[in-house]
């Protein structure tokens, strides 16, 4: 049995752009992460915007960004789903969702 580890790192607010573009391509910045901030906003009446943290998952090459706060978001999902999430989850939470915005042209225009 193989077992493969992953590891988060933070990543570096001077290194963030390239890094998002070496992993999904160079409309990073303009496409993907109004739609992620837009999630976010429709998943929590808690979220009002503000700077985020980036993180890079090793060795997949991948990366999720999460409020930077120590607070916490009550999440209202669309499929009926209710919770508190820290930071780091709501976050996590928020990219997942926007996943299929960023494969579909047209889903951000649902938003």
Known sequence: M???TQVCKPIPEERRAAYARKVFGSG???????VIFAMADMLS??????????CGICPEGT???YPDTDDTFRVASP?????TMSSEAFG???????????????APNAL
Do not use: Q
């Open 2 to 4: 193989t077992t493969i």
């Open 28 to 34: 990073y910045s303009l496409l993907v992460e109004p």
């Open 79 to 83: 499929n009926g789903f209710e919770c």
């Open 92 to 106: 996590i939470t928020a990219c997942l969702f926007s996943r299929p915005c960023e494969i579909h042209p047209a």
């Open 63 to 65: 990366m999720y960004s």
């Open 45 to 54: 009446p808690d979220y009002k915007g503000g700077m985020w943290l980036y």
